[in-house]
């Protein structure tokens, strides 16, 4: 999970005049930065970890979900909330999102950014030799444990929440937050105070 609530102390100085002088307004503005900052974020943690992964951005834009800052009353603050959250859920995801492809040997899959073998694993039924027949389960990946039952769903290994706050994404993260949220403050606070 990634929360933008703040910025910098010296960033925070930096704009504590012009933030004074909107007085109840400060909020409004803070939250527009914050939202513009964190969907900028977003877009950019999803473009990583899509890279990351292996997975499709479609798949990861469905499972990273967002919370925005919220406003408040607009003269007391009550429900006042400045923090702009990304937070995703879910376990070891299974390998039917990774492209998968059969092959004799087993099933090779586009996982982490390269490509993988996971021998004796299958998609189909029937032999190579007279044509192998799609099952009707979803389109997993499966591993034998028997001359015939049990089979298993293959997991890939990867876990987007434990992905989404480590290498390259959280850098990601980290990084559109310090270059765009003392720009965003900047710029809408000089819009409220109409400069």
């Known amino acids: 999970m990634f929360t933008v609530s703040g910025v910098d102390m010296k960033d925070i100085e930096r704009f504590e005049n012009m933030l004074g002088a909107l007085g109840n307004e400060a909020p409004k503005a803070v939250s527009r930065a914050l939202a513009r900052t ?4 977003r877009t950019r943690v999803v473009r990583t970890l899509a890279k990351q992964t292996g997975l499709q951005q479609k798949i990861i ?3 990273v979900k967002t919370k925005r800052p919220a406003q408040g009353h607009p003269e007391t603050g009550a429900g006042q909330d400045l923090t702009y959250t990304l937070h995703a859920a879910g376990g070891d995801v299974s390998l039917k999102y990774f492209r998968p492809r059969e092959t004799r040997p087993g099933v090779v899959a586009f996982v982490r950014g390269e490509r993988k073998l996971y021998e004796r694993t299958f998609m189909k039924g029937g032999s190579f030799e007279r044509g192998r027949v799609a099952l009707k389960m979803g389109g997993h990946v499966f591993e034998r444990h028997g001359r015939r039952l049990p089979i298993e769903v293959v997991k890939s290994g990867v876990i987007i929440p434990e ?5 390259e994404t959280a850098a990601a993260f980290d990084d559109t937050v310090a270059k765009v949220l003392p720009r965003r403050l900047d710029h809408e606070i000089s819009r409220a105070l109409g400069l």
């Not at 964190?38 to 974020?41: I, L, Q, S």
């Not at 992905?163 to 290498?167: A, K």
Request: glycine share 16%.
């Open 38 to 41: 964190g969907d900028m974020a």
């Open 163 to 167: 992905e989404m706050v480590s290498g």
């Open 61 to 63: 834009r469905r499972v």
